[in-house]
Structure formats: structure tokens, C-alpha cells
């Protein structure tokens, strides 16, 4: 009994001191495809990505940890909002909500789960800013990132890339940590500092327990918690 | 302003989008100030506002240097390009032109613009011009599969870097034996066969592939200095460890870049790693006999009172009966005990004996002869047992005299 209840001690203290977010690989990029783009299925056993370049279809069976080939690219990222009355014109970066415009030159627009709001980004990945704008046309938020990703309670994922031109003078993700934007809240905070991951890419799982991201430098995809971050 | 060159007019009518055919030397706040041998002869739309097709005629002018010999709807972008022999292709580059074909993303005439940074989902930030408005120079990123139309890519420049490696030859042959956790040097020969030099600064590197990592670092780089030019050889050598468990192991390596663009034939090691031996021949071999030089150890041996582990349990000597003087005693005073205290006298009193190593343990000594009576009642030879067993035998001592208290107390069943 006195073991038992040892046993449990330890484990409870090994739990508390395991820090909230921290990550699981969940595919090693570097023993197999580069893997990037990872949205979840709707039951959240599986995350659906594409290969290097989006090119190829492939499905990772989380319970299995088995990569198969799928037969078709993967969906839409899912952002858990719904559109109402929002509408986005890819061609020049229009948002539009009840007729009028919110924005121009906006990108991977992603509508907030009770429709009231908008997240988007502006300029080059490279050096993106993040926007959140209320649907009445008021800016909530202007920060670097991009990338977002609404958990169903209301909160914010996103991915803040820091760009560097490698040795052949091509501009690369050289480092990117996801941040977390709880509901009502008006500064981000971080949920990775893992300068030696290039978290892209969250993606919110349906019951919003978990955020997927792919490693730009590894093509590694990564599952991290949202317990106690409550976003 | 500089003096305009060619047919304006009929650049209205080639122009992509229709708006007031004019010539100008700004569009979308830039200035068409570069040298590539001609002018840029695309429309500008509503004066000075943008037109895609001008931007990228543009850009094409400054960055490649090049005059593009048409100005159509940008959804004839691809085709003009490819009938004039400029690579295109179908991934994003720095430093290119995408087109998008006319769809609900790109406008009823298609759309063009300039990639300025690929990444690895295939998606590309780019500047744009609209016809139309918004005015100006517009920074976008835009998502993999945006350029239905495909890429346009600088026919002059030098050709698009092509890393690409051949298998020359390797060492250890596939199939070679190995004894299990047997360390070896897998070396292979690639030879570059792309157009880039592999440089150590241009993050060139070898990199395990996948299946068995045989212990190997992940990756391999090039020393310093190192340079394989084009058609060049370079022989990696990874050191490896053979796997434990008896079996076939195959793993791949590969080129790779970056630590993420891998390329070139994939590559191999494939060996065979034998069972342990069994060099006693007493039937079990050497991972699981504690000693392979003695066919009278192995795991399920009858265990003699030797001073050996001879079941390779972990334990030496147990079940072995107690030396006359220590154990006995205690156990001969617990066994004839009818009442709780002498019990637990008994048991007391063996706890310093058994603790306490006799001088033949502490010598070294086997001991062999305090096993001789292993069937004795209450035997428990804790004189020969190591301090860290000794423990152990206190508590089994507790629990016999516990065990023969509650049979005492038990009413006896009748005879007959």
C-alpha cells in the first residue's frame, strides 16, 4: 500500500513538473517524408498533411503513430469559425463582413468560432503581422505572427516565423514559436520556446485540447497541449 | 523621364486587363528604371495605379535582366513562356513568375506576380499589382496550388540549382554477418550528379533515411574544406553498431541539404546479425546465460550451495541451510515456540546472527557445506548470505514464525 502510494506520489510530482505545452513528435521529419500542413479529422486520431512543397497526401494515425499515403490532399485548414456573413476574396486579400470591407491584402483569413471576429495576416510570411478585427471593423489585435488558428472556445493559435537569409542568400523560416491568445485577452503568450523547432503551420484539434504544427526545419509534425493554457 | 521604346498602341492591345492604355514609366509606385534592353511596354491600368502583368515584366527586367518579348492577358503568361522556350515548371522558386489561370482566386483574366521567397508547404510570398486597385505594390503570401498556371523561371540566370547524387560503390556488402552489438564502418561512395557544388557552408550533408539507425549519428557532415564539385566522388563513412537481437537490419542514408531537402539515391545498409553464441553448450546462449563458460550455469540450473549464482536469478546460494550455530538456533527455538513471545524472540534473535557475517562469508569462503542440509525444517543459511540478502531472510524467518504461530493456534484435525 505504502508503495502504491509512493508510486502515485511520484508520478503526480513527474506530471507537475512536466511544463505545460510541452511537445510530442509525433512524426520524425528526419526518418521519413517532410511532412507539413497538418489539419486534423474530425474524430482527432488523425492528422492529414501534405509532403515537401505540398505536394503528396498523407494521414498519420495518431493511436497507430502510422503514416499512410492518402488518396487525396488535405482539407481546408480548419479553423473551427464560421463564416456568416464574412467573405474573403483571395485575389486581392478581401475581407468582407455585411457588405463592407475590413481589409485588403489579407491572408489566411480565419473566422472566430461565434462569427464576431476575424484573424488574418498581412505582408510576407516572412514578416508577417497578425490581425485580429472585430466583424464591426475594430482591430482587437496587431502583432507579428501568422498563421492563426481559433480553438473552439474562442482562443487564438498562432505561429510567429523569424526569417533569415541562409548561406546561399535565400530567405528561410529560420525560427518560429506558437503563441496563444486566450479568449478576451489582449496580449499573446507564448507556448513554445524551442528555438530548436520551427513550429508552422497550428492547427487546433476539435476538442481543442491539442495544437498540431509542423517544423519547417525538419518537416517533424508536433502535438502540443492546451491544458492550463486555456485559450 | 526616359524616352519610351516600341508600339504603345499595341501594347494597349496586348495588355492584360482593359483601362486606359497609356504609356507610363511609374506603375504602382515603381519606377520602370531598369536596364534589360527595352522598355516595358504593358499597360498601365488607370494611369499609375498597377497592373500585374506590368510587375512582373518589371521584375522580370530588374532581377533577370531580361526583356519579356510579350505583355498578354496574364492568363497567356505560361503559354507565351513556354512557346518561347523559358523554363517553367511547377514548383514555386525565388525569383520567379507565377501565374494563376482565371478562377474565382485570380480574377476573370488570370492573374500574375512575382515569387519572391518559396517555403517548404509550398506556399510563396510574392509582390503584386492589381488592375483595378488597390493601388500600388502589394506584399502577399499566397498558399501551395495558388499558381494553377504554374512558374516562369529566369531563362538567362543560371540554370535552377539541381542537387542529385548517384551510388558509386560501398563497403560492407550487403548481408555481412555481424555479432550482435558489433560495431563497423558502413562507407559509401556517391558521386554529384546534380549542377551545385557540395560545400560543408553550403549545408550539404549525409543524413540516415529511415528503417534501422544501427546507433549511427543522424547525420554526417562534410569537413571543412570539403568541396565535391559536379561529377565529383565523396566516400561517406558512418560508424554503426549491430543491432543486439538476432535478425535482418536494413537502414537508408541519403544526401540532403539544409537538414531538410533530401535527394540522390537512397542508400542502404543491410546486414545480418547472428544469435549469441552458446560457448559452454549448456543450451543457452550468452545473452541470457549469466555465464557462458560454465555449462552447470544457465537460467533454471538447480541451484548449489557453491557461492555461485547458478540459476542467473540474481541470487547466490538461496534455499541453502543456515550454519549450525546461527540460523539453526533460531529457527530450531522458533519451531519448537508455542507462544507469541518465544516466537518472536526467536525471530528476534535471528535478525543480529543473520546480519552479522560469519568469518567464512566475509573471507570469501563458498560455504559449501552449510548447504547440506537444505530440507532441514526452518533451515535459512543467512550465515552465507550476503549482506544484501540477509534482509531477506529476516523477513522470511518473520513470516515462518508467524506462519507456524497461526498452525499452532489452528485446531488439529482428527485422526480417523
Redesign the interface.
Known sequence: MRTTIAVMALLMLACACQPEGTPVRVHD????P?L??PRWSADGRRLEC?G????GAYALDLDAARLTRAET?PAERSQHGRAGELRYE????RILAGGGLLA??A??PAASPDGSRVAY??????A?TLVVQRTDGAVELRVPG?QPAWTPGGGLVFCRPE?AR???G????AASDLFVLAPGAREPQPLTRTPEIAE??PAVSPDGARVAC?D????SLWVYGLEGVRP | MKPRAGMLGLAALLACLPGTARAVYECGGEQDTCQCGADNFCICCDGTCGNCVWHAWHMACCEWGRALEWCTDAQYFDDQADSRGYPTGA??A?GSIFVCEPS????DWG?VGWV??A?????F?STEQ?CGG?CGT?????????ATGGFIYDPDGPPPERDDAAFVSESVPDGTHFSPGAGFVKRWTVRNTGNTTWTP???YLW????EE?FGAP??TLLPQGASVAPGGTWDWEVPMTAPLAEGSYVGYWRMDR?????FGDRCWVEIEVDPYPDADGDGYRADVDCDDGDPDVFPGAPERCNGIDDDCDGQTDEGCAVEPDAGTDAGTADAGGSDAGGSDAGAADAGPDAGAPPADAADGSSGADDGAEPDEPGGCSCASAPASTSLLCLLALLALAHARERSARAPRPERG
Open positions: 521529419g528526419t526518418a521519413g517532410f507539413v500542413s501534405a515537401l512543397g505540398g505536394a490532399a483571395a485575389y486581392r486579400g485588403e491584402d491572408w489566411a495576416c498581412l505582408g510576407h510570411l516572412s508577417a501568422a526569417a541562409g548561406p546561399d535565400r530567405i528561410v523560416i508552422m503551420q509542423s519547417w526545419r525538419t518537416g | 514548383d514555386p525565388d474565382a482566386a485570380c480574377s492573374h519572391v521567397t517555403y517548404p508547404d509550398g506556399s510570398d492589381y488597390p502589394h506584399a502577399r503570401n499566397r498558399p501551395a496550388g495558388f557552408g553550403a549545408s543524413t540516415f533515411d529511415g539507425p543522424e547525420q539544409y537538414g531538410t531537402h533530401r
